[in-house]
């Protein structure tokens, strides 16, 4: 981030986004100019090529070991002080970094991007309602106040995911590396965000991802904090 000091590497995770990526590189360097773009890919079309075209750092994960996977790799290789994530599908405000990055610097450790502040136009009234017991869920679970424990725009202080371990096979990662880093007392922040339509076609599974959605809320109740 210009004048901050802070070294910010944006990373992603890919599959088959041929058709958004060069919109979405474009647009984090208007937002952050001096930031590093990371990718882990698995895709079958053009999509890394035209990431290394553009001077991305591409990481090859293929044949594909699955989102939790490729996630860990991305935020287990980033380089500098500050990791920011967000889907390769053009959903996410990258305008809405520079103000994520304001908040890491004054003090916190994870800020959270949530797309449900609101009913966003671009999300189906069943996944906001399922989000919004999720969100309920992790609240009556942990005493974590969010609206959105599924967003994957967030940005992490490095040396607070060099402290971490996490579970990465299985689906609903997110909800793991946001009540984990909460659990341990790191300082955590949500910022409401507007969320968009996606280019290209979802990869979500829902009834997998509800199930393991629960299995981590769930799964992580014994952590105890070991940051004063």
Known sequence: MKGSGMKVTVAMITMNEEGAIAKVIADIRRAVPEAGILIVDSSKDKTPEIAASLGV??????PPQGYGRAMDRALRSAQGDV??????????PTEAIPEMLRWIEQGY??????????RPKAMPMANYAANLVFAGATYAVHGL???DVHSGMRAYRKTMLDQLQWNPDGP???VELLILPYRKGFRVKDIGIDYRERVGQTTLNRWQSTV??????????????DKV
Do not use: H
Request: charged share 30%; proline share 4%; aromatic share 8%.
């Open 57 to 62: 750092e591409v990481v090859r994960q293929f």
């Open 83 to 92: 990791v920011v994530t967000l889907d390769c599908d053009d959903t996410y």
């Open 109 to 118: 450790d994870l800020v959270n991007a949530s797309r449900l502040n609101r």
């Open 145 to 147: 106040k969010t609206m």
């Open 172 to 174: 609903a990662l997110p």
């Open 212 to 225: 393991w959605t629960f299995k981590r809320i769930l799964g992580l109740r014994g952590v105890k904090p």
